[in-house]
């Protein structure tokens, strides 16, 4: 018979602001060990100490699990931010949208911090999608396979790329990617000790980009580009939210 799996989720808060949040999808014997685990990362946020941190566990049944691909992970390194910023916009360009549609994107994130979730916008009017924009699409029920865990480590460990940022990110990038609709997305950190970000798509997949935002700015999230003609939002969300992925190979990982 297959093991049951839980999902379990934490989130903290400081002075009702989103501090930290992180989601893994597990068997029953990794509760303890990620319970000790997500508690610390909670309370040794950059960003303070929470006023609550909530930890939810989920069983989440033997139900069917979606197996997907990684997107590959190539970085690109940059001087400064201002030619970051020009590399995702080429990179956005390469996935399929246009100069002036890259650069709308780019722009909302500029401004965008804090917020829990994505913003989703459509590429045809450049007008988000979210039903709660305070909020934003948050994508649940993704996380690498625990039989993949150690290998993936080590090869990311390699290439210094072992930490939460990049583990978590290309889990959700890929399973982003693999939304209905969803043609790209463009990320960099809410955290302003950590300054990389990336644009992701089927055509250019994890492209890192080492600096995309200065040092010590809080600003940051993700934008997912959603192509209105090909399929309903609410499909699109339905996913997003709902599905639960996990993700059964290595990502190939470039220089
Ligand atoms: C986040 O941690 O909030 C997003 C991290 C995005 C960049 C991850 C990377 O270095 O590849
Ligand atoms: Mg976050
Ligand atoms: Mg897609
Ligand atoms: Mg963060």
């Known amino acids: 018979m297959k093991e049951d799996m839980y999902s379990i989720k934490m989130r903290a808060v400081r002075k009702e602001k989103h501090i930290s949040g992180a989601e ?23 960003k ?13 049944g033997n139900q069917a699990i979606e197996y997907i691909a990684p997107l590959n992970i190539a970085t690109i390194t940059v001087d400064d931010y201002f030619k970051g910023r020009e590399c995702a916009i080429k990179a956005l360009q390469k996935s399929g949208l246009s100069c002036k549609t890259s650069q709308a994107i780019l722009n909302m994130l500029k401004t965008c911090n804090t917020m829990r979730g994505a913003i ?13 924009e305070n909020r934003g699409v948050r994508v649940t029920n993704i996380d690498w396979s625990f039989k993949i865990k150690e290998d ?37 950190s809410d955290d302003p000790d950590y300054t990389a970000g990336y644009v992701a798509s089927k055509d250019v997949g994890y492209m890192r980009i080492t600096k995309l935002k200065p040092l010590g700015d809080s600003t940051g999230g993700r934008v997912f580009c959603f192509d209105s003609s090909k399929t309903s939002i609410e499909e699109c969300i339905e996913y997003l939210q709902k599905k639960v992925t996990l993700i059964h190979k290595i990502p190939m990982i470039k220089d």
């Open 24 to 46: 893994r999808i597990i068997s029953e014997k990794e509760i303890e060990v990620l319970v000790q685990q997500l508690t610390a990362r909670a309370l040794g946020h950059s």
């Open 48 to 60: 303070g100490k929470p006023d609550f941190i909530n930890i939810t566990i989920q069983n989440i």
């Open 120 to 132: 989703l916008l459509d590429i045809h009017s450049l007008e988000r999608l979210e039903p709660d």
């Open 152 to 188: 993936l480590e080590k090869a990311l460990e390699k290439k210094g790329l072992n930490n939460n940022h990049v583990k978590e990110a290309v889990a959700l990038a890929s399973k982003v990617s693999n939304a209905p609709g969803i043609v790209a997305e463009l990320c960099w």
